[in-house]
């Protein structure tokens, strides 16, 4: 499986249940990266993609996801699933919000290297960066 999440330059994930931010255009990056693949989420998630018919939403998302799906986590943790992790799409907000859990960066370094990194504009963020590691 691959994985997708944003976080802030601390690596939070979220600040009591609840996530950090949101932007448009890392919604559309996340649509342009899973076409024509398996997008999974849950339904928290989903809100976050209005009118997409096509996602596989529930709360068991990661332990049903397939070799080649992607999976966008908010609010999962993915520690007991790495061993079924290709790919990791960080996409990051150039900011520090409150927060109170933690994405295991540690743990994604010493299984994976970072092999891109690109910026674009948000637009609700001046400027986004997405990593990938493999």
């Known amino acids: ?9 601390r690596d939070g994930m979220l600040f009591n249940q609840r996530r950090q931010s949101a932007d448009a255009a890392v919604c559309k990056c996340i649509r342009e990266l899973t076409k024509d693949r398996c997008l999974r989420m849950n339904a928290y998630s989903s809100s976050m993609f209005p009118g997409d018919d096509d ?9 049903q996801a397939g070799a080649d799906d992607w999976c966008f986590v908010e609010k999962e943790d993915v520690l007991p699933f790495l061993d079924h992790v290709k790919t990791v799409v960080i996409f990051r907000w150039n900011r520090v919000y409150p927060r109170d859990t933690y994405f295991p960066m540690n743990e994604l370094r010493a299984r994976w290297k ?21």
């Open 1 to 9: 499986m691959n994985i997708l999440i944003c976080l802030d330059d």
């Open 114 to 134: 970072l092999v891109e990194t690109i910026e674009f504009p948000g637009s609700s963020h001046e400027r986004i960066t997405q990593e990938v590691y493999q």
């Open 55 to 63: 996602l596989y939403v529930g709360d068991d998302f990661l332990s």
